[in-house]
């Protein structure tokens, strides 16, 4: 069965510091890889995906996640945070060509840019 | 272009009562599905579809039913409310059924049941 595992519930950092959100996952097939970002009462917001090809994959808002077989992670990361980076993140995968159709998310990691 | 159209937005029940909380999506996505946040669990999908007339069920089905009816239309029923059940749900769409596509979410709908 495929999933998702994130870490941390919460990563504080000071802005204008890099800033990385982990994720680990498990997938018998090919991995499909998402993150997405929530902000308060609102539904969630796709950031980037990998499907194939490069493993530094490039999303919405200058942030991007390296994708890396060996390790099964696919971790988020900023160069440079913004105190309005502040939001609950969330891992996803799908288990590309098991026949499977779910989109798995993890449980989430808050991110605090602290000013 | 509304994307994926939740209602209600707010929803108190009593325990034992029946409601329908609605999905629309205006995007002719073949895939819809339901999900519900708690605090601590993330999200946990509920019931997926990958087309018209074809549904299954996700990691936490019980006490949630489905149709498909139409591409546009994705309800989720609880047809006999209990308090584990108070949450906030929300229907994501795609463009793709194979996962080559990101989920778009709906703002969510949040339940409370007394």
């Known amino acids: 069965a495929q999933s998702v595992a994130q870490p941390e519930d919460q990563v504080n950092v000071a802005e204008g510091n890099p800033l990385t959100v982990k994720c680990t996952y498990s997938?018998?097939?090919?991995?499909?890889l998402f993150w997405y970002v929530q902000y308060p009462n609102r539904g969630l917001q796709f950031l980037l995906k990998?499907?194939?090809?490069?493993?530094l994959v490039k999303g919405s808002y200058g942030f991007e996640a390296e994708f890396n077989k060996s390790q099964t992670s696919f971790h988020l990361k900023k160069p440079s945070a913004l105190v309005s980076d502040s939001a609950l993140y969330f891992c996803?995968?799908?288990?590309?060509?098991?026949?499977?159709?779910?989109?798995?998310f993890g449980t989430g990691t808050r991110l605090k840019v602290l000013a | 272009n509304a994307g994926v159209t939740q209602t209600p937005k707010f929803q108190v029940l009593k325990t034992g009562q029946s409601m329908t909380l609605q999905c629309a999506q205006d995007?002719?996505?073949?895939?819809m599905s339901w999900y519900r946040q708690d605090p601590g669990m993330g999200l946990r999908l509920i019931h997926y579809?990958?087309?018209?007339?074809?549904?299954d069920q996700g990691e936490v089905p019980n006490g949630y039913n489905v149709s498909r009816s139409t591409t546009e239309d994705f309800p989720l029923r609880l047809l006999s409310a209990a308090p584990s059940q108070t949450s906030v749900y929300f229907c994501?769409?795609?463009?793709?059924?194979?996962?080559?596509?990101?989920?778009?979410f709906g703002e969510g709908s949040r339940l409370t049941v007394l």
């Open positions: 579809s990958v087309g018209a007339g074809i549904t």
């Open positions: 994501a769409s795609s463009y793709s059924i194979l996962g080559l596509r990101e989920l778009f």
């Open positions: 997938v018998s097939g090919n991995p499909y």
């Open positions: 996803a995968v799908r288990d590309g060509g098991s026949g499977t159709y779910k989109y798995i």
């Open positions: 995007m002719n996505h073949e895939y």
């Open positions: 990998y499907i194939t090809g490069d493993n």
